[in-house]
């Protein structure tokens, strides 16, 4: 397309080319978790933004349960035994 | 011998982790000296809350400034009281803007045409810059590029978090 022939004359700060998009998209479809066992070709932008939407949404809600657990059990853990794992970690 | 000697780490990602739990450790360290130990269900509801916190403040501090995402988790961790307090409030004070002046600059430019997007339907956009932190005001290349850097970032908290549940559930 003429459009995009022009727009590689342009200035580097503003070029956006349909490889990087590209590289993007598939970078991200690498790092869900769902879409990379099964055929890892032929998927589409959108689906790939439709599954990151969905899995940051599971990541947030996990990390709520998580902050909930973890604040339970800290408080019934006995002081020195966290004490011990704390100065094992801070050496 | 201290404990950044005795583990190797084969890979990045297990580097990553071993970086976001030792924070994560820490911060939780400085929360659990302040707070007093009750049993009150409010209370309870709180320290889930702060605990939470510390997860978001760790993730970000790791990281540093140098992402949107984590400059503008840190910014919103610190000024949390000074937000709730305008939430009552009618007109609300867009300070994601000011953060971004350079990517408010590069939108100016005349020259700039986006004939490539990504999202080719529009709403998979706005709903992608809710969920990011910060991503409010980045150009469409950027908003992947720091959706992805959040991703790799959220899912190894997430880890970190379950095997410190874990391990504290067995003890």
Known sequence: MSSRRSRSRQSAASMITDDQINDLVSKLHQLLPEIRNRCSDKVSATRVLQETCSYIRSLH????????????LLDNTDSTQASIIRSLLMQ | MSASQQLTPTNPNSALKIRLAYRFLLTLNTLNAKKPPNFDH????RRSHRVKIAAYASMASVVGPKRAWSRAILWKIRNRGMLARNKKRIHRISTPIRLHRHHARRRRNP???????PFVNSGLEVKLRKLVPGAETIDPCG???ETADYIKYLATQVEVMRNLVDLYSTI
């Open chain 1, 61 to 72: 809600r996990e990390v709520d349960d998580l902050s909930e657990r973890l604040s339970e």
């Open chain 2, 111 to 117: 020259n700039r045409v986006v004939h490539v997007d």
């Open chain 2, 42 to 45: 409010t209370q309870i509801h």
């Open chain 2, 143 to 145: 908003l992947l590029d």
